[in-house]
């Protein structure tokens, strides 16, 4: 199975901030890897999909990087309305997450 | 755009199966390159991916659960459902349902529905 491996796990930012989260897969996913915020209560959102291709109708303040087994999401200017979970998750073999990356404003 | 909303008991005693179904709305559930599915988030944990079903019927589960899980569709409700057998309190999560596309991305989720196993 292919471990998906977050960091951090908590992050507290200020309005503004660049703000970045990386995720480590354990073997070789090429660029199989896509990124989604939760919201409790609502429904999730994806936000990249394929390591770097923003989705439709997703700012553009948020990117993502990498191939391999490194990735990076990248908030460029947090705001507050960023607040949520983050997660990884790769599809090179069946589908599997990373633990998460709960942002917080400062 | 379409919608998804699940539904079913937020209560099932252990032993008992898990029964949860979700609802497509503003699309047709049988347009091809999607596939329907299914995905839990542990309290306090990550997210687990249980399996999905496409709308001719073929399905592919998460090996860890392969054993007690079952996904169908109702074409004619545009509908699609699990069954998750001999639940424990392990299975107590948030159920998603959610739709993949041609690549590996779910681009769109339902709200979610919280699922306790307790007696």
């Known amino acids: 199975d292919i471990q998906m491996t977050q960091s951090p796990s908590s992050l507290s930012a200020s309005v503004g901030d660049r703000v970045t989260i990386t995720c480590q897969a354990t073997q070789d996913i090429s660029n199989y890897l896509n990124w989604y915020q939760l919201k409790p209560g609502k429904a999730p959102k994806l936000l990249i999909y394929d390591a770097s291709d923003l989705e439709a109708g997703v700012p553009s303040r948020f990117s993502g990087s990498g191939s391999g087994t490194d990735f990076t999401f990248t908030i460029s200017s947090l705001q507050p309305e960023d607040v949520a979970t983050y997660y990884c998750q790769q599809y090179n073999d069946l589908y599997t997450f990373g633990q998460g990356t709960k942002l917080e404003i400062k | 755009q379409v919608q998804l909303q699940e539904s079913g008991p937020g209560l099932v005693k252990p032993s008992q199966t898990l029964s949860l179904t979700c609802s497509v709305s503003?699309?047709?559930?049988?347009?091809?390159?999607?596939?329907w599915s299914w995905i839990r988030h542990h309290p306090g944990k990550g997210l687990e991916w249980i399996g999905y079903?496409?709308?001719?019927?073929?399905?592919f589960y998460n090996p860890s659960l392969q054993s007690r899980v079952t996904i169908s569709v109702d074409t004619s409700k545009n509908q699609f459902s699990l069954n998750l057998r001999s639940v424990t309190a392990a299975d107590t999560a948030v159920y998603y349902c959610?739709?993949?596309?041609?690549?590996?991305?779910?681009?769109?989720w339902g709200q979610g529905t919280m699922v306790t196993v307790s007696s």
């Open positions: 079903i496409y709308y001719t019927g073929s399905t």
């Open positions: 959610a739709r993949r596309g041609v690549a590996g991305a779910f681009h769109i």
């Open positions: 503003r699309g047709s559930i049988s347009i091809s390159g999607y596939y």
